[in-house]
């Protein structure tokens, strides 16, 4: 069964810096996300992606975080100039419509 | 640091037993809802969803409620089994987006 890829799947970063997580979604998939989930805590809804342009995006997806599509496979999340808050597990999900499908993040820490 | 993590509702049953999961959702314009189940480690895993026009749908083993009335998600999983332990997430989606709520772990004892 196709699934979502997320690499690295821990990424330990000193605060200050950029960081840039990456994304395989489902190869027919049209609409792509970011969630993100403090430890302990919900899962948070961050961006939406579609047709090349972001659709929606939670108050959380500040003027730090940006989502590209490079090459049309990868999904990125680039974080510009990374805070402790930030540390995290990050999700990226990828959909026809619906439901989303998720990968199984990648573990953000920032020292 | 860390911040205060939500405490998560625990449901224990035994193995073969039937297990009931609730959730409250908030919005009244959501028109499509999901659960979702995570295990340790890994990403939410789509059990099964249901839209607003309905108010119940069957899998395999399990079955969702929506009660629009009072706003009310159910999940119900038949004959639960070990690997069914992870905790749940219950969604719902107004839009584009995915709401999560806080989450159910469910513990199966053999």
């Known amino acids: 069964e196709p699934e979502v890829t997320q690499t690295p799947s821990h990424q330990v970063t000193q605060m200050g810096q950029e960081v840039i997580l990456r994304c395989v979604p489902i190869?027919?998939?049209?609409?792509f996300y970011w969630y993100r989930q403090i430890l302990g805590q919900k899962v948070e809804f961050l961006v939406s992606?579609?047709?090349?342009?972001?659709?929606?995006k939670s108050e959380i997806f500040d003027d730090q975080f940006s989502v590209e599509r490079p090459d049309g496979s990868n999904f990125t999340l680039k974080i510009r100039s990374t805070k402790l808050e930030d540390s995290a597990m990050y999700f990226c999900?990828?959909?026809?419509?619906?439901?989303?499908?998720f990968g199984d993040g990648t573990r953000l820490s920032i020292l | 640091g860390e911040s205060v993590g939500l405490h998560l509702p625990t449901l224990s049953v035994q193995e073969g037993d039937n297990s009931i999961i609730n959730c409250a959702y908030s919005?009244?314009?959501?028109?499509?809802f999901i659960w979702y189940k995570q295990e340790s480690g890994k990403g939410p895993q789509f059990i099964i969803d249901?839209?607003?026009?309905?108010d119940k749908r069957q899998g395999q083993r399990v079955t969702v409620l929506l009660n629009k009335t009072v706003k009310h998600l159910s999940l119900q999983i038949a004959a639960t089994q070990p690997g069914d332990s992870a905790v749940y997430f219950c969604?719902?989606?107004?839009?584009?987006?995915?709401?999560f709520g806080g989450g159910t772990r469910l513990m199966v004892k053999p």
């Open positions: 999900a990828s959909s026809v419509g619906q439901p989303q499908h």
């Open positions: 190869s027919n998939h049209l609409y």
């Open positions: 992606f579609y047709n090349n342009e972001i659709s929606e």
């Open positions: 919005n009244s314009a959501s028109d499509y």
């Open positions: 249901i839209r607003s026009n309905m």
């Open positions: 969604a719902e989606m107004a839009g584009n987006m995915l709401t």
